[in-house]
T-cell receptor, first 116, second 111 residues
Framework: GAGVSQSPSNKVTEKGKDVELRCDPI?????LYWYRQSLGQGLEFLIY????????KSGLPSDRFSAERTGGSVSTLTIQRTQQEDSAVYLC??????????????FGSGTRLTVV | GENVEQHPSTLSVQEGDSAVIKCTYSDSASNYFPWYKQELGKGPQLIIDIRSNVGEKKDQRIAVTLNKTAKHFSLHITETQPEDSAVYFC??????????FGTGTRLKVLA
C-alpha cells in the first residue's frame, strides 16, 4: 500500500482482557518495528522484524507482550491480560534496511489503546 | 544505557521567527540522527536526517546541525508558519534499525 496501515485506530478494553493490534507495512519494506508512545513521553522501542531473521524482542516490557509477522508482511502485536499501564499509542513503522547505512522509518498513525 | 535528551519540552514562537530544538545523545557510536514531526492524531513523519560524516544539512526552511565531539545535534526551523506547529522528536541510532528517541518538543507557532 501507499503507507503503513494500523488497525484499529482506537481500542478501549477492560483490564485483564487480551488485545490484538495489527500493522500492514509498506509493500517491499523488509523491516518492521513496533514502538509505544505513552502520554508526554518519547517513543519506546518494543520489537523489530527483519526478513526471516529472528526478531529483536529486547524492548518488550513483559511476557504479556508478544508479536508475530506472517509471511514477511502483516504483523500483529498481542497484549495479554491488559493492565492500565499498558494504555498508550502503539506505533508501527517499516523501512528498507541496509547493513552500512540507515533509512528513515515510515510510521503508521498508531493504535490508541485505553485500558479501563 | 543509551539515552537521548531533548530540549525544550515546549516552545512558542511568533510566526516568521526561528525555532531551535536541541538534542544530546550518550552513545558515541551513534551515526544516524533523524528528526520526526508528529501532528495531532497522526504518526511521526520523517522531516530531515543527518549522518555522522556530515556537519550540517539543509532542506528549504529546515536545517540540522551535528557536533560529534559534543554529541549534540539541533533542528533549526526558519520563517516559522502556523503549519509548523506540532511535536518534534529527535532520535539517534548506531545500528541499522533501532532508534533511541528524545521525549519530544511541542512547538507552537503563534499567528
Amino acid at each position: 500500500g501507499a503507507g503503513v496501515s494500523q488497525s484499529p485506530s482506537n481500542k478501549v478494553t477492560e483490564k485483564g482482557k487480551d488485545v490484538e493490534l495489527r500493522c500492514d507495512p509498506i509493500s517491499g519494506h523488509t523491516a518492521l518495528y513496533w514502538y509505544r508512545q505513552s502520554l508526554g513521553q518519547g517513543l519506546e522501542f518494543l520489537i523489530y522484524f527483519q526478513g526471516n531473521s529472528a526478531p529483536d524482542k529486547s524492548g518488550l516490557p513483559s511476557d504479556r507482550f508478544s508479536a508475530e509477522r506472517t509471511g514477511g508482511s502483516v504483523s500483529t502485536l498481542t497484549i495479554q491480560r491488559t493492565q492500565q499501564e499498558d494504555s498508550a499509542v502503539y506505533l508501527c513503522a517499516s523501512s528498507f534496511t541496509r547493513q552500512t547505512s540507515n533509512y528513515g522509518y515510515t510510521f503508521g498513525s498508531g493504535t490508541r489503546l485505553t485500558v479501563v | 544505557g543509551e539515552n537521548v535528551e531533548q530540549h525544550p519540552s515546549t516552545l512558542s514562537v511568533q510566526e516568521g521567527d526561528s525555532a531551535v530544538i536541541k538534542c544530546t545523545y550518550s552513545d558515541s557510536a551513534s551515526n544516524y540522527f533523524p528528526w520526526y514531526k508528529q501532528e495531532l492524531g497522526k504518526g511521526p513523519q520523517l522531516i530531515i536526517d543527518i549522518r555522522s560524516n556530515v556537519g550540517e544539512k539543509k532542506d528549504q526552511r529546515i536545517a540540522v546541525t551535528l557536533n560529534k565531539t559534543a554529541k549534540h545535534f539541533s533542528l533549526h526551523i526558519t520563517e516559522t508558519q502556523p503549519e509548523d506547529s506540532a511535536v518534534y522528536f529527535c532520535a539517534a541510532s548506531r545500528r541499522t534499525y533501532k532508534y533511541i528517541f528524545g521525549t519530544g518538543t511541542r512547538l507552537k507557532v503563534l499567528a
